[in-house]
């Protein structure tokens, strides 16, 4: 089975920047697409961008423009590079992957952003 790990949050100002990255091991080969999806305090859990493995993107009308989602198959990492951030951006991050139809999710990762 897939594992994913996550990393790249933290507090940052609104205008500025953070690379998020999720790294997968163990099965990757089953891989059919990867996503970030967040969860913001007291809302539901929205998709954010995904990718898939030919490289499709799409992303939430919200980050559009702003937000990248980007992967490095030598790595076995998808990033996502998220620039003019705004404070409703502040949620935890959750890396997402399609295991061949098996839903797969990482442990999260907090991004805070200050007005």
């Known amino acids: 089975q897939v594992q994913l790990v996550e990393s790249g949050g933290g507090l940052v100002q609104a205008g500025g920047s953070l690379r998020l990255s999720c790294t997968a091991s163990g099965n990757i080969f089953s891989i059919n697409a990867m996503a970030w999806y967040r969860q913001a305090p007291g809302k539901q859990l929205d998709l954010v961008a995904a990718?898939?493995?030919?490289?499709?993107?799409n992303y939430a009308d919200s980050v559009k423009g702003r937000f990248t989602i980007s992967r490095d198959n030598a790595k076995n990492t998808v990033y996502l590079q998220m620039n003019s951030l705004k404070p409703e951006d502040t949620a935890v991050y959750y890396c997402?992957?399609?295991?061949?139809?098996?839903?797969?999710w990482g442990q999260g990762t907090l991004v805070t952003v200050s007005s």
């Open positions: 990718i898939t493995s030919g490289g499709s993107t």
């Open positions: 997402h992957a399609d295991e061949s139809g098996v839903e797969v």
